[in-house]
């Protein structure tokens, strides 16, 4: 076997691992910083689902360019390491020992699939969403020649491939047993325009069910029996239930789990061995607000955790580090954009937190007779006492992807409603709402109002 040398081993290449080795290379540029990766292609994560139809297409479109990383002088290689010696500080493969100064671990995640379902996995026509080029084009080309595809979770990916499909007239049927789609992010009076537009789109849905067997016919898909005995027929169901921690090789290099199986970590990324990092979906993560174990997945946690990381090899430059995982997301259902940051209002309630919450519909052009001009709905999630924002859920055109993130801000800077109501923006016919009637601060105050 072949020896490799390196100051800085990152395995994995996804967001979590190209942000986490670019980092230590520009803080550490006399260190040598090797990244390894499993597949020879990556795609993008949260494009996956536009595979499916005509936004890409092929997922050729969606392989991440290794480009950003080999350019900033970060050395790349393909292989899997099957064992990690923490003691003699060394990560083995196939065919090569490589040895390191500090590790960073960033192995990701893989779908989760509740044991029930695990056998059903293994019928002709069941498949999951793995974030894996070759995976994703047998599932494309199998759905290709079917017409009648299931798809059990209406979570983001659930949702957007349900689209897609929809879009391209397959018959769509999306099941789960929560009570509304995109329960995770949304109230259900916001989640219910996502139902309709899905609905409009030409998908079933059937929520508040639980499926109980998946139906098979010589070893074929058929179908999936719900838990009130319904019975659909299906010629493909694809089991979008979530994801789960990459942690195997963690588990078997004896470094410390988390009780949902992720890899516990400080608000450095490091573990108990301060040599060793973990960052993105395979580590252990708290909620911003509440501090409980979060499950939230994104990419840009996983950015923000990989960049606190790398400027923490070697001495902590910045005393902050990284203060938990802000669930912020956005989708877009038909020509609506949908985004959430926070916690829901449901979900406050179930943490046992005094809240008050403010909503405003307005338009985002003014005036609204401006051609591209459309409803704008922003929800504000406000503790009862301090007036501080802990949640948000805008739902309107496009410009909802960036004000999210103004939500986000707020959010993480721990701003209050009183601050919101002297917020000045820049607005302008074309590309906002009208200052008179701003919806952020509209909801705010709603808020203000109710706490008087």
């Known amino acids: 076997m072949k020896e490799i040398r390196c100051d800085v081993l990152v395995i994995g290449g996804g967001p979590a691992g190209g942000v986490a080795a670019i980092t230590a290379k520009e803080h550490h540029p006399d260190k040598r910083v090797l990244l390894i990766r499993k597949e020879e292609k990556q795609l993008v994560p949260c494009a996956i689902p536009y595979i ?92 290709e020649t079917r017409e009648r595809i299931a798809i059990v979770g209406s979570g983001f990916i659930g949702l957007e491939i349900g689209l897609e499909f929809a879009k391209s007239g397959k018959n769509v049927t999306l099941i789960d047993g929560v009570d509304h789609v995109l329960n995770t992010a949304f109230d259900k009076e916001l989640a219910a325009e996502a139902e309709k537009l899905a609905e409009e789109a030409g998908v079933t849905l059937e929520l508040g069910e639980f499926v109980d067997e998946v139906l098979e016919k010589n070893g074929r898909v058929s179908g999936v029996k719900l838990r009130n005995g319904k019975v659909i027929e299906s010629e493909m169901v694809i089991l979008a239930t979530g994801y789960k921690p990459n942690t195997e090789l963690a588990e078997r290099s004896d470094i410390q789990l988390t009780c949902y199986g992720a890899i516990w970590v400080d608000e450095y990324m490091r573990t108990q061995n301060h040599d060793i990092f ?13 501090r409980e174990y979060s499950r939230v997945m994104l990419a840009s946690t996983s950015a923000a955790e990989a960049r606190a990381a790398g400027t923490s090899l070697y001495k902590l430059k910045y005393i902050k580090g990284f203060n938990g995982t802000i669930a912020i997301f956005s989708t877009v259902v038909m020509d609506r954009a949908f985004a959430s940051a926070g916690v829901t209002e449901m979900q406050a309630r179930e943490q046992k937190l005094d809240i008050v919450t403010g909503t405003f519909t307005g338009m985002n052009r003014h005036p609204a007779t401006i051609p591209d001009a459309t409803r704008q709905s922003v929800k504000l999630i406000a503790m009862n006492h301090s007036g501080r924002i802990i949640g948000g859920q805008i739902v309107g055109g496009p410009e909802v992807g960036e004000l999210i993130n103004i939500v986000g801000l707020i959010i993480e800077a721990k701003i209050t409603i009183y601050t919101l109501l002297s917020l000045q923006v820049a607005t302008h016919p074309l590309l906002t709402a009208a200052p008179t009637a701003y919806p952020i601060v509209k909801a705010a105050e709603s808020i203000a109002k109710k706490m008087e």
């Open 52 to 143: 499916f139809g005509d936004i890409l297409g092929s997922s050729e479109k969606d392989v991440m360019s290794c480009a950003p990383v080999e350019k900033s002088g970060v050395e790349t290689m393909v292989g899997e390491v099957l064992h990690i010696d923490k003691e003699a500080k060394r990560a083995t493969t196939r065919d090569a020992v490589i040895f390191f100064d500090k590790l960073v671990i960033a192995t990701g995640s893989v779908p989760f699939v509740h044991p029930s379902m695990k056998d059903a996995t293994k019928i002709e026509g069941v498949f999951t969403v793995p974030k894996e080029k070759e995976t994703i084009d047998r599932l494309k080309a199998y759905a």
């Open 278 to 290: 973990a960052v993105g979906d395979c580590a252990a993560r708290r909620d911003f607000i509440t």
